[in-house]
């Protein structure tokens, strides 16, 4: 069982950048998708960021698309997601997944505990 890690969250300012990192221990996520969502409050989970298990191929909605950049070390069994020019429709807890299938079958099986991303106008 994979047990995964989010931080990098944080407050910041309407135009900014964070970068999340997930960690992930207990085994290999080598072989694995791995996806970012987040929840706003009162939302439901959207989804956010994909990547295919040798980070050749991305996935991104399109309220993200061009701001934020997932990116994966599998050396390092972790994954990234950097965003740029934050809007404060941005805010919302942030969890990182493991996927199953591929990155447009959207599966998510493990979950992290989310960081919080609060971004001010």
């Known amino acids: 069982q994979v047990q995964l890690v989010e931080s990098g969250g944080g407050l910041v300012q309407a135009g900014g950048s964070l970068r999340l990192s997930c960690a992930a221990s207990g085994r290999t996520i080598s072989y694995d998708g791995m996806g970012w969502y987040r929840q706003a409050p009162g939302q439901g989970r959207e989804f956010v960021a994909a990547?295919?298990?040798?980070?050749?191929?991305?996935r991104y909605p399109d309220s993200v698309k061009g701001r934020f950049t997932i990116s994966r070390d599998n050396a390092k069994n972790a994954v990234y997601l950097q965003m740029n020019s934050l809007r404060p429709e941005d805010t919302a807890v942030y969890y990182c997944?493991?996927?199953?299938?591929?990155?447009?079958?959207?599966?998510?099986?493990?979950w992290g505990q989310g960081t919080q991303v609060t971004v001010s106008s």
């Open positions: 997944a493991t996927l199953a299938g591929d990155i447009y079958s959207l599966d998510p099986r493990a």
């Open positions: 990547i295919n298990w040798n980070g050749r191929n991305t």
